[in-house]
């Protein structure tokens, strides 16, 4: 696990913007020490802790949770996308920008905190789960290792009897370890100890004694309520978002930057910024808008879904003429598997957006506007090795589908635009060919007239409701009701659900609790 200080860089927060605490990664057991190195930088400054793990070392656990409520911070699942540097980044960051926040947004559609995890949590004051962040717990794996230790005693016989002088270890070998994957009333006592110390209910045990170590179990918003691991049903936003500093009084993380003529100014996020409605973008889009749309095969990395999880096609990028052909090219490597298209796209070339919309629809897949958040890494990053399959998550917040790309979307089978997601449009060109189409996908004329009545140096951004109202959209969910962690347990099950062979899915599964 690593640990960053962040300021949100969403547009229009500034001068006062809320600071948190970035936490992703497994929990070891020097992660306790990492994180007091960080409180000490703070100066006893209280910025609540957004977590996003898989779980870990159960000792190092219980510290973290004993060490955020003795400094009376917040908590909440989520995960940071980094505007500009990231804590990742090599020499990303000059001298004099390296003791400032990292710029970011934190979203908690597709965070996890799981086995572990929970118990690091359950140390925060205020404790926030939102409707999109998984929670889950399982039944403890206990490793013990074995050792063959030599010994040399010293002794003397006193009055005919012998009395041990020394004893000293001249040599220790490895002699193998074995796992328990219940729990101890050893380790039940401390566990109920530390939760009833941090005032939470006794069933988050029971759950975790029940659910086997090979599984997650995931709490849902209700039953955490009512076992008092979150303090109320509230989302993230409740710690992060960029509106909570104008609040009276004032946040405890919120922090003012100089204005002055002689300060240096606060470090911005670059967004690329449009006219369009009074809604504003919340973040800025994950690839530059002139890279050309890349075609991604991915599998959800969310543990609750192991072994059998859902796949999909990362589709981001700007719409160009050779799109529809690599979107061919990958079909064509997915033997024939019918995966939904997760498109986040400025737009682009209308007679592509034409050619893919109407390829999509041919092959009779479903498309969703979102983002991809590669856990592994980027593709085509220095040093991203493409093994045709990445791991990732969909989130909606912050994607966005412009201009051409509502032509694409169109040719989808079921068409989803979740409620964070920005859809715009404005006039185009080939005016005939685009009302044609829409009209061969059974989309609204509404649509079209919508269209036009942007200019192209404009957009207008459509809501839901009109998206809906326009048959854009064949209904209101989010991307998750094609990629979230548990469709594959619905019935009939998706064509784009897969289990992988045993070898891989115990690989992929968390290692530890």
Partial sequence: ????????????????????????????????ALFRRLLKTLGGRQLPVVVNSPGGNVDAAIQLGRMIRKNKLDIAVGTTEFSGCSPDMKNCRDDDSKAAPYLGIAYDSGAMCNSACPLMFSGGMRRVVGEWAFLGVH??????????LLYRTTYRIVNGKKKVISTKIVSRKNAGSYKTYEMSKAVEKRLSGYLREMGVEQ???????????????????????EMKLVTSLDTLDLLTGKTICQRSPVPANCRETPTDGNAKPAEVATVEVKPTSP????????FKPEQEMRFVLVRGSNPLCNPDCPEWISAEGTIAAGTPDRLRELLDTAGGRRLPVVVNSPGGDVQGALAAGRLIRERGLDVAVARTAF?????????????????????????????????????????LVGANAHFRVHSMGMEEKVRAYLDEMAVGSGLFAAMQSAQYASHRELSQDELQKFGLTTGRQSVDALTGATICRSSPKPDNCRVLPSANAEAEAPAKL
Wanted: some cysteine.
């Fill in 203 to 225: 069933g988050v045990l029971d759950v975790m004694k029940a659910t086997p170590a090979t599984d997650i179990r995931q709490i849902e918003p209700e039953d955490m309520l």
């Fill in 139 to 148: 039944q403890i794996t206990t490793t013990y290792h074995r050792e063959k």
């Fill in 1 to 32: 696990m690593r640990f960053a200080v962040v300021r949100s860089s969403a547009p229009g927060c500034e001068p006062n913007c809320p600071e948190w605490i970035s936490a992703e990664g497994t929990i070891e057991a020097g992660t306790p």
């Fill in 279 to 286: 809604q504003s973008v919340e973040a800025a889009p994950s």
């Fill in 375 to 415: 856990l592994d890494c980027d593709p085509g990053a220095p040093g991203c090795i493409d093994n045709g399959l990445h791991a990732g998550l969909t989130i909606d917040a912050g994607a966005e589908c412009d201009a051409a790309c509502a032509v694409m979307i169109a040719g989808g089978a079921r068409r």
